[in-house]
């Protein structure tokens, strides 16, 4: 029998590899997973990006990615609510699965919130979490959260790698400080404003808008694909006009021409306030929340 060609018996004897996946320490498949695993690891730790730009809500791992899984020690998620493909991924890689930790958290003291259906808010513990699968997960669009969430983290990679413990306590530190600072500039920008409603295409600002007082009207719920009802248009349209609101948010992403018929009945402005579901197009997650204070003195006028 003629030997098989030497370049193919690597696929033939390693079936369920594929190439350009590389050993990393910590996998991520979400944006906010992303910020505080790049941030902590630093040089130390290498940090393989499942869905660099794609959508949170939408994501289901490839062959690659399972690929990439399999030689990852660590897969780092936000919140199992958003990420349920990691149950179904870590059942088909058995024991080839990295380990697990699930980094999403609130301030000491707060709980979840409800979605708008009324659904959800498991408020257990001092940190809010457990896993009521109609809660709200969004938790880092707030500042705050996001503090909390790199603090659990930190806390992980230190026990996990010791050898870099030192290192991932400074970044932790720094990273501290400019969510601290960021904390400071929202509440700054919002402190003396006109309106305090903003109308949104998508219900994933509730943690922001908690932590700075403002009140919120969504098109649509947690899941940004759905459809709105007409009575719900009919009520957001009623909104911007008595309240006067020079503005509606869309996320990054979103065809502003789809909201065209409430923008010409109302004559608002569409603009984007960063959802950070997905990586943003230039800075990290601190730069586009201070295009987001920006966008809030817009849309709140703010003095």
């Given at each position: ?68 899984l399999r ?163 009919e009520s957001v349209i ?66």
């Amino acid at each position: 029998m003629k030997a098989l060609p030497t370049l193919v018996l690597p696929l033939l004897l390693l079936p369920g590899c594929l190439a350009g996946a590389e050993p990393a320490d910590l996998a991520v498949a979400s944006y906010p997973a992303a910020f505080a695993a790049e941030t902590l690891a630093g040089d130390d730790l290498r940090v393989a990006d499942l869905a660099p730009g794609g959508e949170l809500h939408d994501f289901e791992p490839s062959s690659r990615d399972l690929d990439q899984l399999r030689k990852s020690t660590h897969l780092v998620l936000w919140d199992e609510r958003l990420e349920a493909w990691a149950h179904r991924a870590e059942a088909s890689l058995g024991g080839s699965a990295p380990q697990v930790v699930e980094i999403g958290r609130l301030p000491p003291g707060e709980t979840y919130l409800q979605g708008e259906d009324g659904k959800g808010g498991s408020g257990e513990g001092d940190d809010g979490r457990g896993h009521d699968e109609a809660r709200d997960p969004h938790t880092w669009t707030d500042p705050l959260a996001m503090q909390a969430s790199v603090a659990a983290l930190e806390a992980y990679l230190a026990e996990a790698y010791p050898e870099h413990a030192a290192d991932v306590h400074a970044r932790a530190a720094a990273v501290t400080d400019r969510l601290a600072e960021l904390d400071r500039a929202f509440r700054s920008a919002l402190s003396a404003c006109t309106h305090s409603t903003i109308v949104t295409n998508h219900e994933a600002h509730a943690y922001l808008a908690r932590r700075y007082g403002i009140e919120l009207v969504n098109l649509h719920g947690l899941e940004p694909g759905s459809e709105p009802s007409p009575g719900t248009v009919e009520s957001v349209i009623r909104t911007l006009k008595d309240l006067g609101l020079p503005a509606l948010f869309i996320e990054e992403g979103t065809d502003p021409d789809a909201l065209r018929a409430i923008q010409d009945e109302t004559g608002v402005q569409v603009r984007v306030l960063h959802t950070l579901e997905a990586r943003p197009a230039s800075g990290d997650y601190v730069d586009a929340q201070y295009q987001n204070i920006q966008e809030l003195r817009f849309a709140l006028a703010c003095a």
